[in-house]
């Protein structure tokens, strides 16, 4: 039994559960971890990183403790999106077996709590800790069979943050501070899983007076140097508008 769940008080029924998205030229990806197998077999298992919180400590605390101690990536700014209570969410014989091998409590119901996040990954160096094997980015396209409901929560994370992203700018979090409209909108195409037309894009990102043009190009590229843009957030402050929808 994993001794960590021993030394603090750990509450039994309720666990935290984190999505976090990054995005780079290879497209969106999200954060997994990968578990030991209860009886050392062959085989791998990812899940969300995720765990029990402590009974003093609130969720959001949890959330980034958690995040921490599995992965090595601390202080994000987590965003809750929806709570998960389905009285079989376990359901794997593995992942009972495997709760066995690091529970107290095994077999109590879990209700968790899903947050999301987007950061650069190249901002953070992941290290697996406690009862992660290995953390590791994988395209959200790629994602294999996750242990428990991990599929379901990623989904529903997935759709919090395309609706996110459709009302707020939280997707420059994710590219340079000086970016291309083609950044930008293959920024946009990851996340909401469509293309967008580029003509439309163009109009209405270029209507957005908190998105702004510079007077710089691209350097060291073997195409021609497209005009770079920068987020003002000051401007966005000034003149929010839900204009978002590119279709």
């Known amino acids: 039994?994993?001794?960590n769940h021993l030394a603090f008080n750990l509450n039994p029924n309720v666990?935290?559960?984190c999505a976090v998205f990054g995005f780079d030229k290879g497209g969106l990806k999200v954060l997994l971890i990968e578990r030991d197998n209860p009886d050392n077999t062959e085989g791998k298992n990812y899940q969300l990183p995720g765990d029990l919180i402590r009974n003093d400590e609130n969720l959001d605390d949890a959330a980034n403790r958690v995040l921490r101690e599995l992965t090595n990536i601390d202080k994000l700014f987590l965003e809750q999106f929806a709570a998960f209570g389905d009285p079989q969410r376990v359901k794997r014989e593995n992942d009972l077996e495997w709760l066995r091998s690091v529970r107290k409590d095994p077999e109590a119901r879990v209700v968790t709590i899903g947050y999301y996040?987007?950061?650069k990954p190249e901002n953070?160096?992941?290290a697996a800790n406690?009862?992660?094997?290995k953390a590791e980015w994988v395209n959200v396209k790629e994602v294999p069979e996750l242990a428990f409901d991990h599929n379901q929560i990623l989904t529903s994370a997935l759709e919090?943050?395309?609706l996110k992203m459709r009302t707020v700018p939280v997707g420059f979090e994710l590219l340079p501070k000086k970016f291309t409209l083609h950044q930008l909108q293959s920024l946009y195409e990851a996340v909401l899983g469509t293309e967008i037309d580029k003509r439309n894009f163009r109009r209405k990102i270029l209507g957005m007076k908190f998105i702004v043009p510079l007077d710089e190009k691209q350097k060291g590229v073997a195409?021609?140097?497209a005009q770079l843009f920068q987020f003002n957030k000051k401007n966005y402050n000034q003149n929010f508008?839900?204009?978002?929808?590119?279709q």
């Open 223 to 225: 195409h021609k140097p």
């Open 160 to 162: 919090a943050l395309k």
């Open 117 to 119: 996040s987007l950061i």
């Open 130 to 133: 406690s009862f992660a094997r």
């Open 15 to 17: 666990s935290v559960d």
């Open 124 to 126: 953070f160096k992941l």
């Open 1 to 3: 039994m994993d001794q």
């Open 241 to 246: 508008s839900l204009a978002f929808d590119f």
